[in-house]
Structures are given as structure tokens and as C-alpha cells.
């Protein structure tokens, strides 16, 4: 009997027990059907539409990403479904403002979300936006220079001090609107205006190319550091229409050091550092293309002892948590960087592949001595390409 008893007593613990685990361990909370959804969409063209213009919706940034949606449109505001699909077309017959609604659902929910559209008359008079442009004829090197619809700045630093050794440096654009078109004689323009970085929300209100950064038919934008940007111009003509047009602004660089002095690897570990800032952020948009270095040195100089062998410098470089991508210690010297007589060369090349798979940010480019004796009358080259 008393086996019994206690035998049921071990089983009334054990079941407490479980019930305090289902209570403290296991949770029986679900994730709500539908939570997580959300209803983005934009459309194209954005400004000045006019009556029966084809305008496409697209709904592909709505959330989750991950196949599961459906997509109802309402392009009218009256609560029916006028068409279905991630991207979708439609025109208005006639001027107005509508309301155009999206509706999302991945089966257990739904999330929706409403903007308005305006459709201009068949016969308003539009402007035209000009971001204009600027091409330099040749490079830093002397070579020609690419050309297009877009702003090419070189930063060209040929004479680098040695105490100087970074690429942190920016400079002015000169951004011109002034052969945007009103639409007519009889119409003139009343508005520029300048968003820096289309990919930047610098005014907060969620939109991200919507930024009233300056204002003008010029802008001098100063301070523009090495990389690549779009730029967007908004203009308005006296009817209150406007147009808009997206132009990429690429700034690159090329820095010569000459004369370099490298201690021995006895003193300083041999090294001369060099800091330089690299971005390849696909957030902004801001993707470089490459690095080129190179580095020309003396096979011997002053202080060479005899039977000591050839002087010996490679190129590392680390990125912005101080890891080492990659050096130039297996790299075949030679003559084919044109190199004078008795001096040596090496280069290195960082691509946008390369540098992406790391972090973007400050890294640094090291020139390290691998003899005891000191390397005097060095050269050494940084070009950052982001066009």
C-alpha cells in the first residue's frame, strides 16, 4: 500500500513538474497570421502625368520578399480590384487626383497600403529637366577620358608630401540645371531643386529620393569626397508642373608619393602606413570599381651591405577591422611598370569584388621593408577608380 501511495505521489510530482516546463520552457505563443506584412509600391513615370499616359505600378519592395504574395490593386479608390500582379500597368482618361491602393496577402493575412496620383490635362505644358553634365578630356595620367551623360571628377595629387599619407580628400561640383526647359516660350521656370544622394534619406520622412538638399539653377556642391553618387533635379515651371531627371556623379583619385624613406624592419617593423577610405555599399549605392597601386623602389641604394641581396618592399593591405586581404609577397618583380634602370616594382589591384567582400570604410595600404637596411628614393602610387 505504501508503494502505491508512493508511487502515485512520484507521478503528481512529475506531472507538476511538467506543467511548470510547458509553462517556463515551452511557450504555446504563434506568430499572428499576416505579421510581418507590408504594402510598398511606387510608380513610373513620377512627375507631370499627363491623361493617357501608360504608367507601370511596381509592388516588388512590399514585405516578405520571399515569394508568398499576391497583389490587388485599386486605381481609383473605390474598393475593386482593377488589376493583380507584382507589377502592373493602367493610364486615366482623365485629369485628376486618385487614390491607388495596394493591397498584399500571403494567405493568412493582408496589409494595404494608399498614395495619391496626380494625372495632369492631355494638353499641360511640361518642362523638361537637365542635370547637365561634365567630361574632362583626360585623366590624371593623360589619358582620354570617358565620356556620357554624367559628372566625371578627377582629384589628381601628383607631388604627395610624406607626411601626408592619406587619400581622405574632397572636392566641388559644379552641378548646372540651366538647360532645362520650361516647356514653352510662353512658360519660364520657377523651381530647381537639388537631391545630393537619391539613395540617402536625408530629410527623414521615409522617402528616399524626395530630398530637398539645395535649390538653384547652379549649385556649387562642395566637400564631395572620392566615390559615386546620383544625383536627381527636380524643376517646376510657372503652371506648378514639374519633371525630374537622375544624373551619377563619379569622383575619382590618383595620389603620387616620390622620394619615400622606409626604415629597416628593425625599426617601425619597416613599415610606412597609408590611409585611404573605400566604399562599396550597395544601400547607397556607392560601389567602387578598383584600387590600383604601385610601388617602385631601388634593387639597391646607400646603406646596401654586400652580399645582403636585393632590397625587398611589398604592398599589404587591410581593411576596416585590420585584416589583411591581401600583399603583393608572392608577386614577380620586374621592368614592365617601366621602372629605371636598377629599381624594382611591384603593384597591386584590389577589384570592387574583392573589397565587397569585406567591410567598407577605413583601410589601410602598407609598404613593409623586409631587409634590416633602410629604402630611400621611393615611389609610390594610389589610383581609386569608381567609374
Known sequence: MRTYSGLLAALFSLLMFSSALSGCIFSDESPEPGSGLEAIFNWSPTTSIQAGTVITFNGSASLPQDGSLTYRWDFNGDGSNDASGQEVTTSYASEGTYQVILTVTDGLGEASSTKEIIILAKNAVLPTADTGSENPDSDCQGNEAPSGNFYLI????????????????????????????????????????????????????????????????????????????????????????????????????????????????????????????????????????????LLIYPTKDDDWVVGSGDNVLNIYMFNETGEEVLNTTAKERGQQCNAPEDYQCVSLQATSYLIDSYEDGDWEIKIINGKATDADDVSLSIEIQYK
Open 154 to 293: 578627377y582629384i589628381c595629387e601628383p607631388e604627395k608630401s610624406s607626411n601626408d599619407r592619406n587619400t581622405r580628400v574632397s572636392t566641388t561640383v559644379n552641378l548646372d540645371g540651366s538647360a532645362s526647359d520650361p516647356g514653352s516660350t510662353n512658360h519660364y521656370m520657377t523651381d530647381w531643386v537639388w537631391d545630393l544622394n537619391t539613395n540617402i534619406d536625408s530629410d527623414g520622412n521615409g522617402i528616399e529620393d524626395d530630398d530637398v538638399d539645395e535649390t538653384g539653377e547652379v549649385h556649387e556642391w562642395k566637400n564631395v569626397e572620392i566615390g559615386e553618387y546620383e544625383v536627381q533635379l527636380t524643376v517646376t515651371n510657372n503652371e506648378g508642373h514639374s519633371a525630374q531627371q537622375q544624373v551619377m556623379v563619379y569622383v575619382q583619385y590618383k595620389g603620387d608619393w616620390e622620394d619615400l624613406h622606409i626604415n629597416g624592419n628593425q625599426t617601425d617593423n619597416g613599415e610606412l602606413v597609408f590611409e585611404t577610405t573605400l566604399h562599396y555599399d550597395r544601400d547607397t549605392n556607392n560601389k567602387i570599381k578598383k584600387v590600383d597601386i
